[in-house]
């Protein structure tokens, strides 16, 4: 297996056990001192340092959920040490109503973990379903 396509597998089993919930086992992919970035200016922060950071928003997206998400992977690119991803996914939220997003992530790698991750998203869906 290539470097980009390991790469990209990193990638796709990092989301798809965030799928599922086990963000324990999600945490695994990611560098101790990842950066996670999040678009937006809004009230919750935008920038996660570590995995303890990273963790926060995680139980943030938990604490909402009443189901796993179901994920429908789109488009993945690699390059260098990059690899971008195109997503949707869906979800029943505790609240009754349904979480239904569209994301474009952008991952950095090295030694085959996550350093660096760009979310791209409907942050007020996000807002209003997550952290409403």
Wanted: aromatic share 10%.
């Amino acid at each position: 297996m290539s470097d980009l396509s390991a790469n990209k597998q990193v990638c796709i089993d990092f989301l798809n056990h965030l799928a599922k919930r086990a963000f324990a086992q999600s945490l695994a992919y990611l560098d101790d001192d990842i950066v996670w970035w999040v678009q937006g200016t809004w009230e919750i922060p935008t920038t996660y340092h570590g995995k303890a950071g990273v963790n926060v928003l995680l139980g943030a997206l938990e604490n909402a959920l009443d189901g796993d998400l179901v994920i429908e992977l789109g488009a993945l690119t690699a390059e260098e040490d990059r690899v971008a991803v195109e997503m949707r996914s869906w979800a029943p939220l505790k609240s009754g109503k349904a979480y239904a997003m569209t994301y474009h992530y952008l991952f950095r790698l090295r030694d085959g973990l996550i350093v660096e991750g760009k979310e791209y998203l409907d942050t007020k869906h996000l807002a209003e379903s997550v952290f409403g």
